[in-house]
Structure formats: structure tokens, C-alpha cells
């Protein structure tokens, strides 16, 4: 993996706060020529964050909103982690960092793949300022080649070895409804990782 440095005049240590950074962010038109609508990278970010959300990119809706998740998908994955929408939000609490920050666009099967540069450009240094996570949710096959890049070749056969990875990552299916039929074939995530993912979001949560 490849970091481009944005700002040729910062090293890569002694660069800009988070804050800083994510402002920086924020402004990045990096991806604008490949996009359908207007740059508006979306995420969340606090130094003192115990649990991420890498996802893939922002829907439709996240981009209208500016806030991540603010569709169906975040509704289930909500319910997944048994987390109310206010800590959900809470960006002391979680950090939300997708592969992408900008809505990629929408293709037949659904919407387009992230933008590679994002996470060339922007992922590892923005990592480096999330320090106390305990918890990381590998959500979606671009999350899975970044984050597990050994992990398998397909997402339910890296779901399915989701204890090999345990406790610190959880490697997670897209919650979009358009993998009802996914979740319908394996009935065992929401039986058996589900329950204990909970249980562990819910212990990081009690620290604080």
C-alpha cells in the first residue's frame, strides 16, 4: 500500500492533528474528474475512539447528509452492534472511516466499487491518530482486501473464520438490504457472531 502525501511540505510524523487532518480531508478533490456529484468526503473521526467502522463508501443518502450511515444499512448495522443511534454517532466513542469518503456512484449491481486514491492518499496516516481502538468492523469486501488482505478469497469465508480474528477485528458483511439473501444462506451469523459481537461492543462501551 502506497500513502501519498497530500501536503508535500509535512512529514509524515510531524504532520497536523486529527482535527487538522480530517479538515483537510474534507477538502480533498482528489477523486472529483471520476465522481457524479461534487466531492463531499463523509466521515467521523475522535482521537479518543475505542471502536471503528471501516466500511466501503458512502451511499447516496450519507452524501446528501454529510453523516455516515443515515440509511438502511446504517439501521442494521446499528442493531448488529445493539448500539443506539446517539453512540453510534458519537465520535468520541466510534470512529467511522470508510475506504472511501466520497459516494462513488451507482452501477446494475448496486454502487460503484471506492475509490482506490482515498485510501492511498489518506487511510494509513488518518489511522495513526486513532490510538485507544480496541475494536475494529471490517465491513464489506474493500474494507476485507485492505484491512485482511490474507484473509480468503471470499467474504462469507472470511466472515465465517471471524474467530481467528477475534477479539480486536470482525470481519462483517455489507449490512445493505441487498444482502438479504446472504444473510437468508447464513443464518449462523446472526446466530453465533452477532450475540458475541454485541456482548463485546457493549463491554468497550462500559469502560467509558
Not at 66 to 83: I, K, N, Q, V
Not at 142 to 157: E, F, I, Q, S
Not at 169 to 175: F, N
Request: charged letters at 20%; hydrophobic letters at 40%; aromatic letters at 8%.
Amino acid at each position: 500500500m502506497v500513502t501519498i502525501d497530500m501536503n508535500p511540505g509535512h512529514s509524515f510524523m510531524d504532520g497536523p492533528d486529527l482535527e487538522e487532518l480530517a479538515a483537510e480531508i474534507r477538502q480533498c478533490r482528489l477523486c472529483s474528474p471520476y465522481l457524479p456529484l461534487e466531492p463531499r468526503p463523509v466521515l467521523q473521526v475522535g482521537a479518543t475512539a475505542r471502536i471503528l467502522v471501516a466500511s466501503q463508501a458512502p451511499g447516496r443518502k450519507a452524501h446528501a447528509s454529510g453523516r455516515p450511515f443515515t440509511d438502511a444499512s446504517g439501521e442494521r448495522l446499528r442493531a448488529w452492534l445493539g448500539m443506539p443511534r446517539d453512540v453510534f454517532y458519537d465520535r468520541s466513542q466510534v470512529a467511522i472511516v470508510p475506504m472511501a469518503f466520497c459516494y462513488p456512484g451507482t452501477g446494475r449491481a448496486g454502487d460503484l466499487p471506492p475509490r482506490p486514491e482515498c485510501a492511498a492518499a489518506w487511510r494509513a496516516r488518518l489511522l495513526q491518530y486513532l490510538p485507544h481502538l480496541q475494536l475494529t468492523l471490517v465491513i464489506g469486501q474493500y474494507a476485507m482486501a485492505y484491512h485482511l488482505p490474507h484473509a480468503g478469497k471470499t467474504v462469507t469465508d472470511i466472515v465465517g473464520n471471524w474467530r481467528q480474528y477475534w477479539p480486536d477485528t470482525v470481519p462483517l458483511p455489507h449490512p445493505s438490504p441487498r444482502n438479504n439473501l446472504w444473510l437468508q444462506r447464513n443464518p449462523w451469523f446472526e446466530a453465533e457472531l452477532i450475540p458475541q459481537l454485541q456482548q463485546r461492543v457493549g463491554a468497550i462501551l462500559q469502560q467509558g
